[in-house]
């Protein structure tokens, strides 16, 4: 929650190394932007500038972080200028009057859609909350939430600013981070989405690898469907976004770097009657029931181009399961067949659980790698974890 107005000063002495020249930009006097500087550095916790007869000049960590702020407010700005694209006094008014707190709780309100949610989540009151949208609202000179009744309905520019809001916010993260990184600190963070059916061990073993150099590294995994995930990552809620791509892709801010191709393989339960059957007759594949991801992921389109050039007429009883953890259970206590990378479940298959039916299927490859959103800049923890990402897949 560091003030947006004093970094923005602080972003202005870094740019002229001059205190009278910065005050003169921000319209503040000089008495002002020193308080400002100092209740800043106060809040950081390191000092921002050294000073001297020569000017003010930034340290080293005043200069990371500063950096990271400008891509942040940049953000602000570009959303300011599509606000107001006509009206330079209305940009200039939001961008020197928007807060912290306000994007906070825009971002709040957009997620949960409910002022009672957030005020919970954010420890503010009610009143206060209501107060703060209006402000904000007041800024944007229009409205961002409208009644449903459900709660709140959010504004398609609300929508957009809470996105803008939550990258600003991950920008001065990645900030904090690098600032410990150039102290010698290897504390930052990696936030990691894994997609369904991925194969599973590329992102343990990366992380377990990262972990080795920076022990102290705060680490998170979020499990989750493809939409929900694209979702996360372009609010800047995670970094990276690893498993099956998409093509086309389904958004114009990602991009897809590619690590490998993962073929599939017919996976039964171990006791299955047709666990060791090879080849498998049409009456054979018939008779199998199966279980499959969603519709409208990689897997299930994979999944339902084999079965249409093998059985074109026949209808098929299948159980839709994006969870790695369900199938294996189902698989495990039926009859059922499931298509999946053959090394995803290794493990299972050498304890006697699983069986890999040897049959070879004449499937399309899935591209197996990681999204990111296009201008991302990692830290370097990030860039080590994705380093040892490529390493670990054989990329």
């Not at 002022?115 to 206060?128: D, E």
């Not at 410990?180 to 504390?187: H, T």
């Amino acid at each position: 929650m560091l003030n947006i107005r004093h970094l923005h000063c602080a972003l202005e002495i870094k740019k002229y190394c001059n205190l009278s020249e910065a005050a003169r930009q921000v319209h503040l006097t000089q008495s002002a932007l020193t308080q400002s500087i100092k209740k800043l550095e106060e809040s950081i916790g390191w000092t921002l500038f050294t000073r001297s007869s020569s000017g003010m000049f930034v340290t080293p960590e005043g200069d990371v972080f500063l950096n990271r702020f400008g891509r942040a407010f940049s953000l602000l700005e570009n959303f300011a200028t599509t606000l107001f694209s006509a009206d330079k006094h209305g940009r200039t008014s939001f961008l020197r009057g928007v807060t912290a707190r306000q994007l906070d709780a825009l971002v709040h309100i957009v997620e949960l859609q409910s002022y009672t949610a957030a005020s919970v989540k954010l420890g503010l009151s009610q009143p206060t909350l209501h107060r703060t949208i209006r402000d904000l609202e007041t800024l944007c000179q229009q409205t961002l939430f409208n009644r449903s009744p459900t709660g709140v309905e959010a504004t398609w520019r609300a929508r957009q600013f809470s996105r803008i809001a939550s990258l600003y916010f991950s920008e001065l993260s990645q900030g904090l981070d690098e600032v410990a990184e150039l102290n010698g600190e290897k504390l930052g963070s990696v936030r990691i989405g894994s997609l369904p059916l991925a194969r599973s061990e590329i992102v343990p073993k990366a992380v377990l690898a990262l972990l080795e150099e920076a022990p102290g590294a705060n680490i998170s995994i979020v499990d989750g469907p493809y939409e929900e995930q694209l979702h996360a990552l372009l609010h800047g809620h995670i970094d990276i976004l690893v498993g099956a791509l998409r093509f086309p892709a389904l958004s114009d801010d990602i991009e897809q770097i590619p690590l490998f191709d993962d073929y599939l393989s017919i996976v039964t339960g171990s006791h299955h009657p047709l666990a060791a059957r090879c080849p498998l007759t049409t009456q054979d594949w018939q008779s199998l029931k199966w279980i499959a991801a969603k519709e409208g992921t990689p897997a299930r389109k994979a999944f339902g181009d084999l079965l249409q050039a093998i059985c074109p007429d026949h209808a098929y009883e299948v159980i839709e399961c994006s969870s790695l953890m369900a199938i294996r259970g189902l698989l495990i206590n039926s009859d059922r067949a499931a298509i999946l990378p053959a090394r995803q479940v290794e493990i299972d298959v050498a304890a006697g659980l699983l069986a890999v039916n040897p049959t070879p299927l004449s499937d399309a490859p899935r591209q197996i790698g990681y999204t990111l959103r296009k201008n991302w800049h990692p830290t370097r923890l990030q860039k080590e974890f994705l380093c040892h990402l490529e390493a670990k897949s054989g990329h």
